[in-house]
């Protein structure tokens, strides 16, 4: 049984390494399509925060600094916070507005129950984002 499997693994290493040559190399890239540059889908990123005002303006402006070509917004949702979180998210919300993807700040309501902590933020965050993308496109 044994001298069977490893017959098997070797035939299948050789059909491999003499089928499908350069199989295990990393950089093998799909071309994109010729007919349309701006393939991307529209991408949403969900940033739930809590007592963040040490780091959320840094994240926020390393998030608005992507390069994406597709849409792309951000939202934050802010969990309660009872620091500067929401004043730091809101200015660096502005300094992107112009050249940046659309930084949405949502306040989290209480938490229902059954949630806790940052995934009820980040179901509330989903909610809102599912309300907004069905009344009209959310970058616009």
Known sequence: MVTVLSLISLLIWLYLL????????????????????NNQPHTVILVPARNEEETIGVCLTALAKLTYSGPLDIVLIDDNSDDQTHAIATKTA??????????????????EEGWTGKLGALHQGLEYTEKICRTSPISG
């Open 94 to 111: 502005q300094e992107f507005h112009e050249t940046g993807p659309k930084i949405h700040i949502v306040s989290a309501a209480p938490l």
């Open 18 to 37: 003499f089928g499908h040559h350069d199989f295990w190399k990393a950089d093998q890239r799909l071309k994109a399509p010729k007919d349309s540059p």
